[in-house]
């Protein structure tokens, strides 16, 4: 599996971006985490291929939606009303090892995920 994030920019607070994680290989749980200086990642959405249900950060429901284009092999993270503690590195994760949805959306561990990106910064002022 390879994870290859892009979209990350500077923008003013209030206002939106949307993050893409093209993927290749076998990818049926997927999500975004975030990852502030000398903290640890922490998740902020995630999604199951074959249901497509979705799950979130409280800090970031109602403000961010996470999709996935398999057509595109692409997952992508729309980001609106962003302020500045959104402020971080982002990454695109995956993993394979999963019974159910929710087992899935339960992870939230970066233990939990097999497969990383290298990360986009995201920077809100």
């Known amino acids: 599996v390879q994870l290859v994030e892009s979209g990350g920019d500077s923008v003013q607070a209030g206002g939106s971006l949307r993050l893409s994680c093209v993927y290749s290989?076998?990818?049926?749980?997927m999500a975004w985490f975030r990852q502030y200086p000398g903290k640890e990642r922490e998740k902020v959405a995630g999604i199951v291929n074959s249901a497509g249900h979705t799950n979130y950060a409280d800090a970031v429901k109602g403000r961010f939606t996470i999709s996935k284009d398999p057509a595109k092999k692409t997952l992508y993270l729309q980001m609106s009303d962003l302020k500045p503690e959104d402020t971080g590195e982002y990454y695109c994760?995956?993993?394979?090892?999963?019974?159910?949805?929710?087992?899935?959306?339960?992870?939230?561990?970066?233990?939990?995920?097999?497969?990383w990106g290298r990360g986009t910064q995201v920077t809100v002022s």
């Open positions: 994760a995956s993993d394979y090892r999963f019974d159910t949805s929710n087992s899935c959306l339960n992870k939230i561990k970066e233990t939990d995920f097999s497969a």
């Open positions: 290989g076998y990818t049926p749980c």
